[in-house]
């Protein structure tokens, strides 16, 4: 029974922690969503660009697979996940590997570098990533509005 | 009973050597991720866990503590086509007496991508019941080492794993409501007689269990994602046809007219996650001798008190807790310790890389459901459970 006590204790104290704490954001400029321009739409609401990059929506309207290709700059990826997703790194991984290990959506592409990125969106059918709003754009390539 | 044991002894040696085997695979597999990446996709995990209770005897031989405590899989998955896709996972899992490390297919299916809103799966299918038991699998996938018994009992694990069947699948957008997800699948049930569920029955019942007849089976689930940043619900049930476990002494028990409902919320936002499950379940079980149901034994069970609710927050990029507590209780209106397990756990989850975790637990428990005596032949209604466990995914 102590024991118990004293873990509603440890919970509470954990609470008030949470309440008090927060984690410290670093804001790293806006970013875009890019994608092929064989892809038939222009605009993606956020809730859609939510939706697909946690696997919700797999298909475009023309019924081509959607090829998600993640950011692994850090600032960018970061404020993506901000911005977009309302979640956290580790929330954003976790949503991949319950679709890996169900076989319900496979691990998204990642690139190291904006031009590995930019340049892999342009060749793949259906590719859809986010950059720095800054990034210059090659052939191939064109900016999603809201 | 020594000719079983020794039987028993080989298998668990056998079964060793296919351990090491698999594990061997695992790694050289794992290693060639890189150069089949477009090809085949390749995922896998391995989790060794410790348990050790200060009384009681639970799921292993707990009391002096056990190590028959582990999982292992890996799955391939590719697409064939646009539309197409196929994979499989093979699992093994030890927890006390269950599994023994035997390898199994735990899922494995094509799959058809028709529209968003309709998708086709057929084969072997993890069944959706509550929001985690298709997750169940995967220690990576949770801060805590156990899910709540109250929905998620390791016991009869096996009777709510998989179906061989079909789905039907899909997201449907709501526009300001949100999203919808949905499955529909029938087909199947799968229990083994070496299930968990055979070894619980044998231990609180006494019956040699021979063989496990199960019907079809038709679940559901619908997840609501809420326009609320983080906040879903979640409905889903199971109905199989009946359930009929056939005994070596002529007992058998009907399970019939079954119903089982999970009704889920979950509320994550940035770092804080909480959730609250609710497990209503219906149904008659009939035990007969020797094909003569015995009248007075007749239980018609109706009930929704087994719940849990709980709380996670991730602290930083490597530590996270969570707490829960979970009521559970097996036939509504018996007052027995051994009908009921109040849980109240923490748990600590450290991320070491992105391929490593570690696990440290702590239930304080209240009740006897799956409890066996311990050492000194008696069992204790308030007692402790401690757990640990080191997992490797990739």
């Known amino acids: 029974m102590k024991f118990k006590f004293c873990m509603m204790i440890a919970v509470f104290i954990i609470c008030q922690v949470m309440i008090a704490g927060g984690i410290p954001h670093a804001f790293a400029g806006d970013v875009m969503i890019i994608a092929n321009t064989s892809v038939p739409v222009d605009t993606l609401s956020p809730e859609d660009v939510k939706n697909i990059f946690l696997g919700k929506i797999v298909k475009w309207p023309n019924d081509d697979r959607i090829n998600i290709v993640l950011n692994k700059s850090a600032d960018t990826h970061k404020e993506f996940l901000r911005k977009y997703i309302k979640r956290t790194d580790s929330q954003f991984d976790s949503v991949w590997r319950q679709n890996m290990f169900t076989g319900q959506g496979r691990i998204p592409v990642r690139k190291n570098t904006d031009a590995d990125l930019v340049s892999y969106v342009a060749q793949t059918n259906g590719a859809v990533s986010y950059i720095a709003a800054d990034v210059k754009l090659p052939d191939g390539v064109k900016i999603l509005s809201e | ?394």
């Open chain 2, 1 to 394: 009973m020594m000719p079983v044991e020794v039987a028993r002894g080989e298998k668990q040696m056998n079964r060793s050597y296919t351990i090491v085997i698999f594990v061997f695979v695992v790694m050289v597999t794992a290693g060639n991720l890189s150069a089949r990446a477009e090809d085949i996709n390749i995922h896998g995990f391995i989790s060794q866990g410790y348990l050790k209770t200060n009384q009681n005897n639970y799921l292993a031989e707990t009391d002096d503590g056990s190590f028959q405590f582990n999982e292992m899989g890996i799955n391939f998955t590719t697409y064939v086509s646009d539309r197409l896709s196929l994979g499989c996972q093979f699992y093994a899992r030890d927890l006390g007496d269950v599994g023994n490390d035997e390898i199994v297919i735990n899922w494995a299916f094509a799959e058809f991508e028709y529209k968003n809103w309709l998708r086709l799966r057929v084969g072997t299918l993890k069944i959706p019941i509550g929001l985690y038991n298709d997750l169940r699998d995967f220690d990576c996938l949770r801060t805590s080492i156990f899910l709540p018994s109250s929905l998620y009992n390791e016991w009869i694990r096996d009777a709510a794993n998989s179906i061989k069947g079909m789905e039907f699948f899909g997201t449907v957008g709501m526009g300001k409501a949100g999203l919808m997800e949905y499955q529909f699948q029938t087909g199947a049930m799968r229990i083994s007689p070496d299930s968990g569920t055979s070894l619980f029955l044998e231990k609180t019942h006494g019956i040699i269990v021979s063989d496990i007849r199960t019907g079809n089976a038709n679940n559901m689930r619908l997840v609501w994602t809420t326009p609320i940043d983080g906040l879903r619900f979640c409905v889903a049930g199971l109905h199989p046809d009946q359930l009929k476990i056939i005994g070596t002494n002529g007992l058998t028990i009907v399970n019939k007219d079954i119903y089982t409902a999970t009704f889920s919320v979950e509320y994550a936002l940035r770092n804080l996650k909480l959730t609250a499950e609710n497990w209503w379940t219906k149904g008659k079980t009939v035990p007969y001798v020797f094909g003569k149901p015995i009248e007075n034994q007749i239980i018609n069970n109706d009930h929704n008190d087994s719940f849990y609710v709980s709380l996670g927050y991730r602290f930083t990029n490597w530590f996270e807790a969570s707490f829960y507590y979970s009521n559970y209780i097996e036939f509504k209106n018996v007052h027995e310790d051994s009908n009921e397990l109040k849980d109240h756990c923490l748990s600590f989850r450290f991320d070491i890389n992105p391929f490593w975790i570690a696990k440290l637990e702590a239930h304080v428990m209240e009740g006897e459901f799956g409890v066996f005596p311990d050492n000194d032949g008696h069992t204790y209604n308030e007692w402790m459970l401690y757990a640990a466990k080191v997992s490797y995914s990739f």
